[in-house]
């Protein structure tokens, strides 16, 4: 693999070769992998580079179903359309239940910060800002099939999301299990969506371009992840926090 595609010599001649290239790409590309998430469940970071994660987080979590209602407007297929609605409502709630952004202002709130100002995003990092945009961005512009298949990094979800609650809970006396609501939930959310999107892609992509095609849509939804705590870790771990850009308390 190149940094971004799945690169030559690769053989994706059948559905099956193509589930086995995806799970490759997420054993050596997933943002589990990242020095920042290392430091973050092993409870190596203070409480303001914990409240900078979460805050640069919400920014994608609250545009998740942004991405997900341009996903549904690529398909003419009513069936891929009522499939994919429920991911919004996970996200942004329905009448009578919270959804996912309402779960993480929880946790974010839990840590202190003041709800408006997370809402806002004005202290996000911009590289948060314009790695978030390209993904919604990439759903909007490239074909269908791809739009799918960047969504397929949910097949790694689950063991990150369980690390993080053990990880979390342990580490930090400022972490409670009503605060990390939102990965509770998604350890059975998310599951449910990859299964539904690695059959998808299974099924529709059917030449071994399209398979590639899938493939590097993976790799640069792994790197939209990647990018984001690449930001955190140089603004809040090494100290250099861009202009205008949230500023933990001192101590």
Not at 41 to 57: C, D, E, T, Y
Not at 66 to 78: C, G, L, M, N, W
Not at 79 to 103: F, K, L, N, Q, Y
Not at 178 to 201: C, E, G, H, S, W
Request: proline letters at 4%; aromatic letters at 10%.
């Amino acid at each position: 693999m190149t940094a971004l595609s799945i690169g030559r010599g690769v053989s994706l001649n059948s559905a099956s070769e193509l589930e086995d290239a995806l799970r490759q790409i997420g054993a050596v590309r997933y943002h589990n992998l990242h020095p920042f998430h290392k430091l973050l469940h092993g409870g190596k970071l203070n409480k303001g580079q914990v409240q900078a994660w979460a805050l640069n987080r919400y920014y994608y979590q609250s545009t998740i179903p942004i991405k997900d209602a341009v996903v549904i407007s690529r398909f003419r297929d009513r069936a891929t359309r009522v499939e994919w609605r429920h991911r919004i409502a996970d996200h942004d709630g329905d009448s009578g239940s919270e959804g996912g952004i309402e779960r993480w202002l929880k946790l974010t709130d839990g840590l202190g910060l003041d709800r408006a100002y997370v809402e806002s995003t004005e202290g996000i990092l911009p590289a948060t800002r314009f790695a978030v945009e390209a993904y919604v961005h990439f759903c909007r512009d490239r074909t269908p099939l791809e739009a799918i298949a960047s969504s397929l990094t949910e097949l790694f979800a689950p063991n990150l999301h369980e690390e993080r609650i053990s990880g979390m809970l342990q580490h930090y006396d400022f972490v409670n299990p009503d605060i990390m609501a939102y990965f509770k939930r998604r350890l059975q959310q998310a599951p449910r969506d990859a299964n539904f999107a690695l059959q998808y892609v299974k099924e529709h992509a059917r030449t071994p371009e399209q398979r590639e095609a899938v493939c590097n849509a993976l790799i640069f939804k792994t790197n939209v992840l990647w990018v984001q705590l690449d930001a955190l870790y140089h603004a809040y771990f090494d100290g250099h926090i861009p202009p205008g850009a949230f500023v933990p308390k001192a101590g």
